[in-house]
């Protein structure tokens, strides 16, 4: 726990003027971003007397162990940046609204040239047009559904049109009439751009139009006795009707607007928006927040306009946002939606009439949406901590281990050795953390040497991140052997250190956080090399243990009985969870590159000669075999071989050896080469085809 005074800018240093300030960890992570109006007097309230802190600022200001800052011109800048930086770091201690799902959008591609109506999620693309959010895919769906009756717009994919167009036969839809099949010709890609149009617009809100159209339709229809076609407008009218009351009118004036409400508690706060649009609600969406600073509510609003907005632009962003509480100052705010928009946005608390109404209705969701909320997660969150609480104490340790690293080792039969890191922090998955390795200073099947390369590795990369940062300060440089075409530091998914650590960034770097406990899958040989492997790198304060299989019993160091934790422990379903994400991502790894193993063949070896030309060279000689025994100058007559690569294709199947005969493995007997199916890769393909299958439970 670092002091505030230890980092507190000198008298005078903070300018008094609007700027974005952050606060670090000793491991120069960025924790908290923050703006101001003038930084000076902000900053001072960090480092008052800590018993005046809320208990929140308190533990933030107590973690960090640097501030600095950034001046700007204005506040709008400041909110900008300030966005910009949450977005880029991902603080711990900012307001960060979360929720379990990517809330679907109903979109048409208009950037196509026949336009699709589909169910979207995730980051809005250029061209396509969007209707909702929606709380359910099926709403989307059930409303499609209703409206392809009176616009037949094609909602299939890329495969099932270019199919149809192929064969000649539109799909199930194109026979029932609700699709125009633009597919097989039926309407011109003109006639069917105009119908989404019309989709469109009958979802942006202008409704009325198509009803008297199609009302005027089916008279004129009835007055000619052509009754069938009226009943089919009828039809049309009722499903139109039907779609319109999905969404009942709740502002008779057509406004359109995004209504947000919060509710909150000393520890949470939930947020609830409606999207309104010509009066009618055609979207909803939540969030979730820990409330990790003394926020007001509103400085949440502000927070969730930032991440409603932020990415937003034109009508995307709404004539009128009505909140619980304004911002504090409201101004910048206010100026930087109107940037966003492009013309002027309202940004107010709503007094009276339908909209005070609606914005109770919402302030109702938020609460239903935090009360569901605490009831879904009181049960996970106690019993992360009691987990995290039983592991502290049946291994000694002083606190509870917020980060558990645990390693495993793959392998079939000595061959393909990979290792395994995954993540967790306080008892859930950190994906983004997980890392993968090669075996490389050895060459078989040793686990506990293994182990041994793979701890010694990841902690080498962390001594050298606080060398490079200045937190090494020890005499002696442990790290003489890093660096280099081929060393242990060079590991799958990394990269060299002058590339994958930059200076002050704050992003977060591989390797660059120690854990407080290691976790290894194995008993007591492989616990003592991820031991050893620490004492020779000089750590002495991260805690080890390994789990074994076969009686789910937990070992540490220098100690010859193991901890036997109770198998009703939540300790120890926590730690087998680990291993066996540990065991699950090795284990993945390495049947990776033994499928990539198994499918290579002597043309793998060719530099610089892609798929397409083995498959030219295979298709024109008929094997390897017949390719081995021809010359260059029959090589060179492949369409796409060159003489200089015609060389190099003679000479890596000369280096090649020999291969072994191919065997069937049922009756003995030796299969000809070039028999059907062992031309596509090596001539003892036939030998291990089956191999992987049979001597899979031989993994490890």
Not at 134 to 143: E, P, S
Not at 393 to 412: F, G, N, T, V, W
Not at 689 to 700: C, D, I, K, V
Request: glycine share 8%; aromatic share 6%.
């Amino acid at each position: 726990m670092a002091d505030p005074s230890s980092y507190r800018p000198k008298p005078g240093q903070i300018p008094d003027s609007p700027g974005v300030y952050r606060f670090r960890d000793e491991h120069r992570r960025v924790i908290y971003v923050g703006k101001a109006k003038s930084l000076r007097q902000r900053l001072a309230n960090y480092f008052q007397d800590l018993s005046g802190l809320h208990p929140r600022t308190r533990t933030m200001v107590t973690t960090a162990a640097s501030v600095e800052w950034t001046v700007v011109s204005t506040e709008v800048e400041a909110l900008q940046l300030e966005y910009s930086w949450i977005k880029e770091y991902d603080p711990r201690f900012n307001v960060k609204y979360r929720d379990d799902k990517s809330y679907p959008y109903l979109a048409v591609t208009m950037s196509e040239e026949f336009p699709r109506v589909q169910v979207m999620r995730g980051h809005k693309k250029k061209g396509v047009r969007y209707f909702g959010p929606y709380a359910h895919a099926w709403a989307i769906r059930d409303t499609v559904d209703l409206l392809l009756r009176v616009f037949p717009v094609r909602t299939c994919s890329a495969g099932v049109f270019k199919n149809a167009a192929r064969t000649g036969r539109p799909c199930l839809l194109g026979y029932i009439g609700k699709c125009s099949a633009p597919c097989v010709g039926r309407v011109s890609a003109e006639e069917h751009r105009e119908l989404c149009e019309e989709f469109c617009d009958f979802m942006a809100g202008r409704t009325g139009t198509y009803l008297r159209r199609l009302e005027k339709q089916m008279m004129q229809a009835a007055d000619e006795m052509e009754y069938e076609r009226a009943a089919r407008l009828r039809d049309d009218i009722e499903a139109l009707k039907k779609a319109m009351e999905k969404n009942a009118v709740v502002l008779a004036d057509a406004t359109d607007a995004d209504l947000i409400a919060v509710a909150e508690d000393e520890l949470e706060a939930a947020v609830q928006i409606f999207h309104v649009r010509g009066g009618r609600v055609r979207g909803q969406r939540g969030w979730v927040t820990d409330k990790v600073e003394d926020v007001t509510t509103g400085a949440l609003v502000e927070h969730a306009l930032q991440q409603l907005y932020g990415e937003e632009r034109g009508d995307s962003v709404p004539k009128e946002v009505l909140v619980p509480a304004l911002p504090e100052p409201v101004e910048p705010v206010q100026e930087w939606l109107t940037t966003r928009r492009g013309s002027n946005v309202s940004l107010r608390i709503p007094q009276r009439g339908d909209k005070k109404a609606l914005m109770e209705t919402v302030e109702r969701n938020a609460q239903q949406a935090l009360v569901l909320h605490k009831t879904r997660r009181a049960s996970d969150l106690t019993t992360r901590s009691r987990a995290l609480e039983e592991i502290a104490d049946a291994l000694d340790l002083d606190s509870a281990p917020l980060r558990i690293e645990c390693y495993d080792i793959s392998h079939l039969q000595g061959d393909d050795v990979v290792a395994s890191m995954v993540v967790f922090e306080d008892g859930l998955q950190r994906k983004s953390e997980y890392r993968r390795f090669q075996i490389k200073g050895f060459e078989g099947q040793d686990d506990v040497r293994s182990m041994h390369e793979v701890i010694t590795r990841r902690f080498r990369r962390y001594l050298a991140e606080k060398e490079r940062t200045g937190e090494w300060t020890d005499g002696e440089n442990p790290l003489d052997d890093t660096t280099g075409p081929g060393s242990p530091l060079t590991d799958v998914g990394e990269a060299p250190l002058t590339s994958s650590l930059k200076d002050d960034d704050g992003r977060p770097r591989r390797f660059a956080y120690p854990p407080q406990l290691v976790v290894v899958d194995g008993g007591q040989p492989q616990v003592a090399a991820a031991k050893r492997a620490l004492d020779e790198l000089g750590i002495d304060d991260i805690a080890v243990c390994g789990l074994a299989k076969r009686l789910e019993e937990v070992w540490v160091p220098d100690d010859d009985d193991p901890v036997v934790l109770p198998r009703s422990s939540e300790g120890l379903y926590l730690l087998q969870r680990v291993r066996d994400e540990a065991h699950r991502f090795a284990l993945t790894y390495q049947r990776t590159k033994r499928a990539k193993r198994f499918r290579a063949g002597p043309l793998d070896e060719v530099p610089g000669l892609g798929e397409t030309r083995k498959q030219a060279l295979i298709k024109h000689f008929g094997s390897v075999k017949r390719l081995r025994a021809a010359t260059i100058d029959q090589i060179c007559e492949v369409p796409g071989i060159g003489r200089k690569t015609a060389e190099t294709i003679a000479a890596a199947l000369a280096r090649a050896a020999s291969p072994a005969p191919a065997v069937n493995t049922a009756t003995g007997e030796i299969i000809d080469d070039e028999e059907p199916g062992t031309t596509a890769g090596s001539p003892g393909d036939p030998v291990t085809t089956g191999a992987p299958e049979e001597r899979r439970g031989q993994e490890t």
